[in-house]
């Protein structure tokens, strides 16, 4: 077998050499042999028998290390690791690396193009995505796709307010990985891999959104109306002097508060993966719309939490 003339014909079917010598013969007889594959499979190599007859005796020969290549190729890559949304923080260029392991069991491929394109939120992305790869991954072996990727805040965030589910993307990323199988294989359609990815704001984007929550929450629960006997107790327990008014007090406590339960759920949250629940309602703390709604409830207190429930009854 000529291992140096393995091939594609006019039609791009798979073609080798194999010379063939009778025992004391000094010359040898030229075979040339095409492959024609049948159905979806991933290229690999194997022995291949082949069948003698001359003067009507048969004989066979084995032919060892055959590439055997798909005309439709299968899946080259497989994607390993976890199936959780990977977190891209707002408001930065950030690379995201995306493991994956081929599916060539003793064939090299070799990776010709990568593009990466948004699913379900294409204005959530700035710029164009990109990525950098290993151009040559071994059999069986493990390589990694680096997208480089910058999320645009104020579509990201729009797309991010009512995600609460910790476990569900806001986007997804069809990643397309173009490769061609090394001795001969045909370069293979687009192979799409599906990345799933949440936006994670920045700590100041989460400070903005509790502050502000404060507020409205203080806000709200200032105006709603105290009853009679509320009023007189208020009025009672407030001294006649202080260094700030009452309702300074009242402000800086209900910020606090705020601040403080948004730690804690933040530490909850990254170390057992679980929502926080104020006052009965099961909140994401990562998440600009859940905090900023963690702010109002805590700074608000039981009457504004209270007005909330009441309206949402059906």
């Known amino acids: 077998m000529d291992t140096g003339s393995f091939s594609r014909d006019k039609v791009n079917r798979f073609q080798f050499d194999v010379y063939v010598q009778k025992t004391g013969d000094s010359s040898a007889e030229h075979f040339h042999v095409y492959e024609d594959p049948v159905g979806v499979f991933v290229d690999y190599i194997a022995p291949v028998v082949m069948s003698i007859k001359s003067a009507g005796i048969a004989d066979s020969a084995s032919l060892t290390d055959i590439p055997i290549h798909a005309q439709y190729e299968g899946d080259v890559f497989s994607r390993t690791g976890g199936a959780n949304p990977i977190s891209v923080e707002l408001g930065i260029s950030s690379q995201i690396s995306i493991p994956i392991v081929s599916n060539l069991t003793n064939l090299q491929t070799s990776i010709n193009a990568v593009t990466i394109s948004s699913t379900t939120c294409t204005k959530c992305w700035q710029g164009q995505l990109t990525a950098t790869y290993d151009s040559t991954v071994q059999p069986s072996g493990a390589s990694a796709l680096i997208l480089t990727v910058q999320p645009n805040t104020l579509y990201a965030l729009y797309a991010s307010a009512f995600a609460v589910d910790t476990h569900k993307s806001q986007d997804t990323l069809a990643v397309y990985v173009t490769s061609t199988p090394s001795q001969g294989g045909l370069p293979s359609l687009p ?123 059906f």
């Open 191 to 313: 192979q799409k891999i599906e990345v799933p990815v949440r936006f994670s704001p920045s700590f100041l984007y989460l400070t903005s959104a509790v502050i502000l929550g404060s507020l409205i929450g203080f806000g709200i629960r200032r105006l709603i109306s105290a009853t009679a006997s509320d009023a007189a107790t208020d009025a009672a327990a407030t001294p006649a002097k202080g260094r700030f008014p009452r309702w300074a007090r009242d402000l800086l406590l209900s910020v606090a508060t705020a601040v403080i339960v948004e730690l804690f759920g933040l530490v909850l949250f990254n170390n057992t993966n679980t929502n926080v629940v104020v006052f009965g309602f099961s909140l994401d703390p990562s998440q600009v719309a859940p905090a900023f709604l963690v702010a109002i409830l805590v700074a608000g207190g039981p009457p504004v939490v209270s007005k909330i429930s009441e309206a949402i009854k």
